[in-house]
């Protein structure tokens, strides 16, 4: 049973009035309730990738023993607002060999892969925007656009750096797709569906029905598709395609103002969806921690803060490592990814598959405690 | 009446339209507020303040191409890995879990001698720095 | 009515960009314009209730082979080549010229409306299939056959699997400078 919003709210008495309102024409109702529902969603996306900036900002200052920006509003708040405004103020400028049509496209190509990915965010159990069959495989797939967009970035600005981001940049995000598949499949495996409402479904209760803590295969695939996932959105310790020592600035080396403002605001969305998926397949994301089975509306907006707030604990995770470790070397990169983390998600997966027809499918907690 | 089922797809359409809708307001808006002052200078692409040499297409390493190549064999096996691992809990409630994961596994174990062919052969290996190869060979 | 909303917003992204394919002179561009392609494609697999062949074009086709043909022309230099139209026996070039585009879509155009109308007879207006609340799934229905009725096909697939891998290693393999 697929929970989409408007059949969600389709439950509630304020739906038939709307729907009076609409003359009994259910299409265009579902439309407008999505295209607002949509608008919401990417306004609070929006506002979180810039107080990402911000956060990281003061955050980085923090371990660095210093302050972060204090001076624009109170503790620096309205920082976001003013680095938005100069970034739409600046001047557009495009290198004169460029290519044209793929400089104005690598933008829009990663803009539309992130925001298309916002369509099967699980952020409550009846307000996911929409709740398709093939959910979870659909985000990794269609994520994949946003490494697209990197790699014509870095090829359409004609200069040796951005070429040489664009590449590693590609190839990275190609390549450390394989683990985060293969991490994903076990928990497929596990909730034996893909889409976000079977997977979450199956975690309510206390949080030793997590599948971080189902099995120890499950806890390390965890920290393998959490490695996977630092390296797709080409997040430290793997921004090579955007080191700042050492390649300028990678891929958007030549991108000004606007533009650039529209690679950074699909990094910083694409953190949070990349956390909000850790915390809906491994930490039980949205789900009340005792079980009740009333179904009121406040108990909504309860379980959307939950999960809110499990993704910014990892994305505060992600801005601490960023600041803590080592920028990698590519060979180590690669290195990592195809004789490190693939060999262990294949192995999470085997795992995985004889646990579930070893035990049944119960977990640990379920095996120590229940018998 | 209940709502028909293809309008499910209808967040991602719209949130696409949006993107577009975003990417070309944005444009517009710096058109009109950003300074247009073009200088041979600003249009040069950045080379550390030198000027730059010789066009950025040359041609690259290979191993960009096998790691592609690798990538590919392995998507398309994770592709078809997923309606496997989908009607997984399914069939082992029904009994039969100890049928499908024989033929999971010997699905996956085919794959692993590619991985491990692959490795043994050094295709996975990227090219290491002048200095790493040097003093391996004078040891 | 939304299905016939994505249905030509899908085609005609298809077409579109199918047409950006032939008829653009840089080789990068068309690879882009191929990717719209298969993204259109893809729509149209999701208007027929195939989610699960949709999400795979999207994930192998967009994220895999554009990705890779993007590499190989790249490695190969081909960015630099632009195509000429070809001069056969000192006539008008009919590679690339306008006019064989178009007598070649008439003709194709043709040919398709023929076979429309010789297979009409046949072909019943089978509208996508509502199914009350749900949205048509298709991965359970794959997994059961891939399980039970299809196994062999599916175990030889990842021994087809091993061959392209090792042929492409092979093949791909920067040689050994003695």
């Known amino acids: 049973m697929n929970q989409t919003i408007v059949s969600y709210l389709s439950k509630y008495e304020f739906y038939k009035t709307l729907l009076d309102l609409f003359g009994g024409n259910e299409s265009l109702l579902a439309f407008v309730i999505y295209l607002i529902a949509a608008l919401v969603v990417i ?5 979180i990738g810039g107080f990402g900036t911000y956060a990281e900002r003061k955050i980085s200052a923090d371990l660095q023993a210093r302050m972060g920006p204090n001076r624009v509003g109170p503790y620096g708040l309205l920082q976001v607002l003013a680095d938005g405004i100069k970034m739409i103020t600046k001047e557009d400028i495009m290198p004169f060999a460029a290519d044209k049509f793929l400089f104005y496209l690598a933008p829009l190509l990663a803009l539309v892969g992130v925001f298309a990915t916002l369509a099967v965010v699980p952020w409550s159990s009846g307000f996911a925007l929409t709740d398709l069959n093939v959910g979870v495989f659909y985000l990794i797939a269609i994520s994949s656009l946003v490494g ?92 090579l395609p955007e080191a700042e020592s050492e390649l300028v600035s990678g891929y958007h080396t030549e991108y000004t103002g606007m533009r650039f403002g529209f690679f950074a605001l699909a990094e910083y969305i694409e953190i949070f969806v990349v956390c909000g998926v850790a915390a809906a397949l491994f930490l039980g994301g949205s789900n009340l921690p005792i079980n009740i089975n009333i179904d009121i509306l406040p108990l909504q907006f309860v379980e959307i803060i939950i999960f809110i707030t499990k993704t910014l604990l990892l994305y505060y995770v992600v801005i601490w490592i960023r600041w803590t470790l080592p920028r990698l070397r590519v060979d180590q990169l690669m290195s990592i990814c195809w004789k490190y983390l693939t060999p262990i998600a294949i192995f999470n997966l085997v795992g995985c598959a004889i646990w579930m027809v070893a035990f049944n499918g119960r977990s640990l907690a379920d095996l120590i405690i229940g018998h | 009446m209940t709502p028909a089922s293809f309008d499910g797809l209808m967040p991602i359409v719209i949130l696409m339209a949006i993107a577009v809708a975003l990417f070309l307001g944005g444009h517009f808006l710096s058109v009109y507020l950003s300074p247009k002052k073009p200088s041979h200078l600003k249009s040069t692409p950045y080379e550390c303040g030198e000027e730059p040499v010789g066009t ?30 989908a009607i997984f809990k399914e069939m082992n409630e029904m009994g039969e879990g100890g049928y499908v994961l024989i033929v999971f596994l010997s699905f996956v174990s085919i794959l692993l001698e590619g991985i491990a062919y692959c490795w043994k052969k050094g295709d996975l290996d990227w090219v290491k720095s002048y200095q790493i190869s040097a003093n391996k060979g004078k040891k | 009515m939304f299905v016939q909303i994505l249905f030509g917003l899908s085609a005609l992204l298809t077409i579109s960009c199918v047409i950006g394919v032939v008829a653009t002179r840089n080789i990068m561009h068309s690879c882009v314009f191929l990717l719209g392609t298969l993204l259109g494609v893809a729509g149209l697999y999701a208007t027929l209730g195939a989610d699960f062949v949709a999400v795979t074009q999207i994930m192998v086709y967009v994220g895999g082979v554009v990705i890779l043909m993007l590499f190989a022309v790249m490695l190969t230099g081909g960015k630099d080549f632009v195509s000429k139209a070809q001069n056969l026996l000192g006539l008008a070039p009919t590679m690339g010229n306008k006019w064989t585009y178009s007598l070649a879509g008439l003709v194709a155009l043709v040919f398709v409306l023929t076979n429309v109308k010789l297979l009409s007879n046949i072909i019943t207006d089978a509208g996508p299939k509502t199914f009350g609340n749900e949205m048509p799934s298709t991965v359970s229905q794959l997994g059961h056959l891939l399980v039970k009725d299809h196994v062999l096909a599916f175990e030889l697939s990842s021994v087809l699997l091993l061959g392209a891998l090792v042929g492409a290693a092979i093949i791909a393999r920067p040689k050994k400078k003695q």
């Not at chain 1, 306004?43 to 506002?47: H, I």
């Not at chain 1, 664009?166 to 569906?193: C, D, F, H, K, W």
Request: with cysteine; hydrophobic share 55%; proline share 4%.
């Open chain 1, 148 to 239: 697209l967009g990197i790699f014509l970035g870095g090829y359409a600005s004609n200069s040796k750096w951005s070429m040489l981001g664009g590449m590693r940049g590609a190839s990275q995000i190609i390549s450390y797709e394989i683990p985060v598949t293969l991490s994903v499949l076990a928990i497929v495996l596990m909730a034996g569906g893909m889409s976000f409402g079977t997977i979450v479904g199956q975690q309510k209760g206390l949080p030793f029905n997590w599948y971080l803590f189902h099995n120890p295969f499950t806890f390390i695939g965890f920290f393998v598709y959490f490695t996977g996932a630092l390296a797709e959105t080409n997040r430290a310790p793997f921004d």
């Open chain 2, 56 to 85: 950025a297409w040359s041609m690259f390493n290979i191993r960009f191409y096998v790691v592609g190549l690798i990538f590919i064999i392995f998507d398309v096996e994770s592709v078809l890995m997923f309606p496997v691992a």
């Open chain 1, 43 to 47: 306004l609070v996306c929006a506002t």
